[in-house]
């Protein structure tokens, strides 16, 4: 049940990911550092990962060297070479676009990077300085070479999503080898099964918490800002990939149609050019501290994007009460809105703009979805709920290494082998 107290002694954990640091800005990466802060409370937690800050070239930008984040300790090591875009463009077109052999799919995950070796020669030499490594993100190098020479001693949280990458033949023994997965929802544990061919994986449906500040002050956020309206809100990479190429011409296509005072809220980097309109407002990267501000403000979160493990910011929204309209062709949200009744989703621009009107005009059903959208949060993604279920499944694999260690120790001498000892 969750809250219940850790019984076993702290165990050696190292965290093993593609990016790490307060100055990186990425949800798996997030992921990665939220667990392992929180972690660290109950066990010894180091980090393994890159020099690198940037995830599309793989540049070293940080010391390769002992390094302490937050009060943990973090291992970085050099990438031995940057992403060459164009020939990771043409390999990726081999692969996903042409017949292709085993070994072309292998030439691409090297290119994908970050291409450390010396990280992975790292994890084989020192297997035996940690008791379990918990690898972040299954489509990287780091974790492919990781997971298949620790097996016996590898967790995997793949923040998975339904793209093409997940349907390369070399994963599907891949998701076979983890001691245990840790998936994000459902919906990835279930697309996981499919790839893989097998419902037998261990494991269990975790997640992640979130760091919620106890009084967010929406005002901070609206007076820097000069924001006066009523106003949703998108937060995240501003990226085509993310769906917002869409949903900026689906929002101008309602305030043209509808004529809504409603406005349009961006937070977050950005990978693309914005809409040029009067309702669209892009506030930039935020601090921790005035992201929360702003969302706070938001009558309601918008999550275009249709490629998703199980979206951080969501459950951010719902812990503060608000609503979210999701994007239905992304299996995982589509279902989180489902589970927790919090949320509305769609499919198309009509959907679309009959669930914005719905959201702007109904104050007692956003108040309704965000009520129970908190709800949710707080039985299955407050932190004590996370911690729990990763100390669970850590306690089953240490128990099951200590009932095989057992088995396979000498029996001591019994009484008529101390005696031919004595006699001989």
Same mark, same amino acid.
């Given at each position: 049940m969750a809250g219940e107290k850790k019984t076993f002694p702290p165990l050696r954990l190292a965290f093993v990911v593609q990016r790490y640091g307060e100055e990186v800005n990425g949800g798996a990466e997030y992921h990665c550092r939220l667990v392992a802060e929180h972690l660290a409370k109950h066990h010894r937690v180091e980090v393994l990962t890159s020099c690198a800050k940037d995830y599309i070239t793989w540049h070293n930008e940080l010391p390769a060297d002992l390094s302490v984040v937050n009060g943990i300790p973090v291992r970085r090591f050099r990438v031995k070479r940057p992403r060459d875009t164009e020939r990771f463009g043409r390999i990726s077109q081999e692969v996903f676009r042409a017949p292709h052999r085993e070994q072309d799919e292998l030439r691409w995950l090297e290119e994908q990077g970050p291409y450390s070796p010396r990280l992975v020669r790292y994890l084989r030499k020192n297997r035996d300085r940690y008791d379990y490594f918990?690898?972040?993100?299954?489509?990287?190098?780091?974790?492919?070479?990781?997971?298949?020479?620790? +097996?016996?001693? +590898?967790?995997?949280?793949?923040?998975?999503?339904?793209?093409?990458?997940?349907?390369?033949?070399?994963?599907? $023994?891949?998701?076979?080898?983890?001691r245990a997965i840790v998936f994000n929802s459902i919906e990835e544990r279930q697309m996981i099964w499919s790839v893989a061919e097998s419902q037998e994986l261990k494991g269990e449906v975790v997640g992640v918490g979130a760091e919620v500040p106890s009084r967010p002050s929406p005002e901070v956020f609206l007076r820097r800002h000069a924001i006066q309206d009523r106003y949703a809100i998108f937060i995240g990479r501003v990226d085509e990939n993310k769906g917002c190429r869409q949903l900026f011409h689906f929002?101008?296509?309602? @305030?043209?149609?509808?004529?809504?005072?409603?406005?349009?809220?961006?937070?977050?980097?950005?990978?693309?050019?914005?809409?040029?309109? $009067?309702?669209?407002?892009?506030?930039?990267?935020?601090?921790?501290?005035? @992201?929360?501000?702003?969302?706070?403000?938001a009558e309601f979160l918008i999550m275009p994007s249709e490629l998703e493990s199980l979206s951080m910011v969501t459950l951010e929204a719902w812990s503060l009460a608000k609503p979210v309209l999701a994007n239905g062709l992304c299996d995982v949200l589509r279902g989180q809105c489902r589970r927790s009744n919090a949320g509305l989703y769609y499919t198309s621009y009509y959907e679309f703009r009959e669930a914005v009107a719905l959201l702007e005009e109904d104050r007692s059903l956003c108040e309704g979805l965000g009520r129970n959208g908190q709800r949710f949060y707080h039985d299955h993604y407050r932190w004590e709920v996370i911690e729990e279920k990763y100390n669970r499944l850590l306690e089953m694999l240490m128990n099951e290494?200590?009932?095989?260690?057992?088995?396979? +120790?000498?029996?001591? $001498?019994?009484?008529?082998?101390?005696w031919r000892q004595r006699t001989s």
């Open positions: 918990i690898f972040f993100s299954y489509r990287y190098y780091h974790s492919y070479h990781g997971v298949g020479a620790l +097996a016996d001693r +590898a967790l995997l949280v793949p923040t998975a999503e339904k793209d093409e990458v997940v349907h390369l033949k070399i994963f599907k $023994p891949f998701f076979l080898l983890p929002f101008r296509r309602y @305030k043209e149609e509808t004529g809504s005072a409603l406005r349009l809220v961006l937070v977050g980097g950005k990978t693309m050019e914005i809409l040029d309109h $009067p309702a669209i407002y892009y506030a930039g990267f935020l601090s921790e501290e005035e @992201k929360w501000s702003a969302l706070a403000g290494d200590r009932a095989a260690s057992a088995v396979r +120790a000498p029996a001591p $001498p019994g009484f008529f082998d101390r």
